[in-house]
């Protein structure tokens, strides 16, 4: 892809990646599960967070072009894009709080602090790019921060898959932490 590539061709290629990353999750957690013969929590809600994430991600990534057909200007697109994505990321951070504070017991075993640690700086770095972007405040909206905020949902998604597959399950059905 060359540099300065149209923003619509990024897009459509991420809502590729995004379908491609949930089928493959979903198969990965399938298998897993027959291999195991039981669902553990952790496994089950880190499999909820790369459906959710990869999801958004394809939601996001379609977003833009239907304020486009609205007869949104360029500079409104990204900026009402930023905006609904950083309700999502504001939403889904709750959420996962609010969980946490109940004591449910698979966000608990799957927060340790340093991917704690990791997700509120990802939470956070994204927050501030999508509503500097909405905001206008760095150099006007644009399609660049708005592409930053969809590849923290990639990474999102990305670091729990790979916690799926490499913190799994031993042979005898017991976590291999």
Known sequence: ???????????LTLTEVAVAFAGFSSIVAIFQTRWSGEDAPFDVFRFWVMLVFGL???????????????????????????LCLAIFVVANALFISRL???????????????????????????????????????????????????LMLLIG???NFVRLVWVGRSRFGQSAR
């Open 1 to 11: 892809m060359p540099i300065g590539a149209d923003p619509s061709d990024v897009l």
């Open 157 to 159: 998604a990305a670091a």
């Open 56 to 82: 958004a991600l394809l939601f996001f990534s379609l977003l833009p072009f239907a304020f486009h057909f609205l007869g949104v200007s360029e500079s409104g697109v990204w900026r009402s894009s930023s």
């Open 100 to 150: 946490r504070r109940r004591g449910v017991r698979a966000v608990v075993a799957s927060l340790d602090p340093i991917v704690s640690a990791f997700a509120a700086a990802t939470y956070l770095i994204n927050l501030g790019a999508q509503l500097a972007n909405a905001a206008g405040t760095l150099g006007g909206p644009g399609f660049g921060l708005y592409l930053v905020g969809l």
